[in-house]
């Protein structure tokens, strides 16, 4: 029954009729499920709207609402009503089997369409039997995605300390996730977020000690218990696939760290790396060319700005220094200009093995020159993308796109804006997304692929 089944994808909201602790929501497609809309007529929705879906069991009649248009929509839209003769043959005596895939093209070819369909259907294709539902439930698809180079990107961030979004930049939709429950400590302490793998993970400060929350796509639901080797906040971090590298920052005495741990999703393990040549919190972390770079931050005893970055080789596993790597600001000082330790980390983000930086006082975009190792202005960041010290600005890599989001506000009022950029179209023409309404700025954001 769908009351037992775990949520499996991330779900659509109503931001004016949210329900606490209730399952039935779920990702899907308005032409693939009856709904109930308390409302208005499904036909004056608009695309950009955001809307509460409250799934009953699916009737006969819906599975040949699927969209067949293209060949691998018909494929699904077959094992759909396959699912559904299989339920009738129950029910008339037959135990046929229950846990096949689509057995008209077999389990390999099956997978194959299946992990070409978006993730944000994979809700209402692990409903169709034991075997859809193994595969969604367990990671195996997502696992298979990622050996086939299938990935798909949605952007999560946080407006409010306790709750989290997910934006869709192919659809264009906006899903809530399930609220934290945390205790007032880790409201107001300092918070690091992640995407790894099919997680998210939130790093802040518990009643005694640091605690990691854990938000897994495969459940829909948030975990703690999970601990670092040497548990840490202000750190930079960065995610390839499976696994992630997190580098330098802060512990629990406020000694600045240059150690360094790699945490595969797979495994759920963490593991400790050579450490850094400097110790430097407040930094930001990527992968580039498939090697680790933590680049900026503070260091030192006096809390210096520093302007190296480091390069740790998998493969080696060493760390070389990089001189001038962090997109530090050009010219003259400004007035008014705030203590390094006021600034946010350094923007930066990679797409297609290139290194981009957002300047949030001169409103630049900048390119990272490996060859010479220099930083060269390529265009303008969107005209409202609004900040405080680069704090509440996400510069993000979402697969072949950057990412810009953030908006304006006014006497606590403003919008979250999702601007997007190809940079191998040409030089940045930045293409509005969406937009929503929300009195405060983005706190924390990650993307996840899978």
């Known amino acids: 029954m769908l009351e037992e089944r775990a949520c499996l994808v991330s779900r659509d909201y109503s931001r004016s009729c949210e329900r606490k602790g209730s399952w039935p929501y779920a990702s899907l497609r308005l032409e693939q499920a009856e709904i109930q809309q308390t409302k208005r007529p499904l036909e004056e929705i608009n695309r950009g709207e955001e809307i509460e879906l409250g799934v009953r069991k699916l009737p006969k009649r819906s599975f040949d609402q699927m969209d067949s248009a293209t060949p691998i929509g018909g494929i699904v839209n077959a094992a759909l009503a396959q699912s559904e003769q299989s339920r009738s043959r129950r029910h008339a005596g037959d135990n046929s089997n229950m846990s096949s895939l689509i057995g008209a093209i077999g389990r390999d070819l099956s997978i194959s369409c299946l992990i070409k369909c978006s993730r944000a259907d994979y809700g209402a294709i692990a409903s169709l039997n034991r075997s859809f539902r193994s595969l969604v439930r367990t990671g195996e698809l997502y696992r298979l995605r990622r050996q086939n180079k299938v990935v ?19 659809r264009r939709k906006w899903m809530r996730l399930p609220r934290m429950d945390p205790n007032d400590c880790f409201v107001f302490a300092d918070k690091e977020s992640l995407a790894v793998g099919t997680e998210l993970l939130v790093f802040g400060r518990d009643l005694m000690s640091h605690v990691i929350y854990r938000y897994s796509l495969l459940t829909n639901t948030w975990t703690t218990g999970m601990r670092m080797n040497a548990p840490r906040c202000l750190f930079g971090s960065a995610s390839l696939g499976e696994i992630a590298i997190l580098a330098g920052g802060c512990d629990s005495n406020g000694n600045v760290l240059s150690s ?3 945490y595969n999703s797979e495994s759920g393990t963490w593991t400790t790396l050579p450490s850094m040549n400097k110790p430097r919190k407040m930094c930001s972390g990527v992968f580039l060319d498939g090697k680790f770079y933590v680049v900026g931050g503070i260091g030192g005893a006096e809390n210096v700005l520093l302007t190296c970055g480091e390069e740790y080789d998998l493969d080696t596993h060493t760390w070389t220094e990089i001189p001038n790597m962090s997109p530090v600001r050009t010219g003259a000082a400004r007035d008014n ?20 930086a957002a300047d949030y006082a001169d409103m630049e975009v900048r390119k990272y020159d490996k060859d010479n190792r220099v930083w060269v202005t390529v265009g303008r960041l969107p005209e409202r993308a609004d900040s405080m010290y680069g704090w509440g600005l996400a ?13 304006p506000r006014n006497a606590g009022e403003g919008f979250i804006e999702v601007n997007s950029w190809v940079p191998s179209e040409g030089p940045p023409q930045w293409h509005l997304l969406d937009r929503k309404r929300s009195g405060s700025f983005v706190y924390n954001c990650a993307v996840m692929g899978c």
């Open 152 to 170: 798909e990107h949605w952007v999560y961030l946080s407006c409010q300390l306790l709750e989290w979004e997910a934006f869709d930049p192919n």
């Open 260 to 262: 360094a741990e790699l």
């Open 395 to 407: 510069f993000r890599a979402c697969g072949d796109r950057l990412m810009v989001i953030g908006g």
């Open 337 to 356: 200009e705030p203590p390094a330790t006021s600034e946010a980390p350094p923007l930066i983000a990679v797409v297609n093995n290139q290194l981009y």
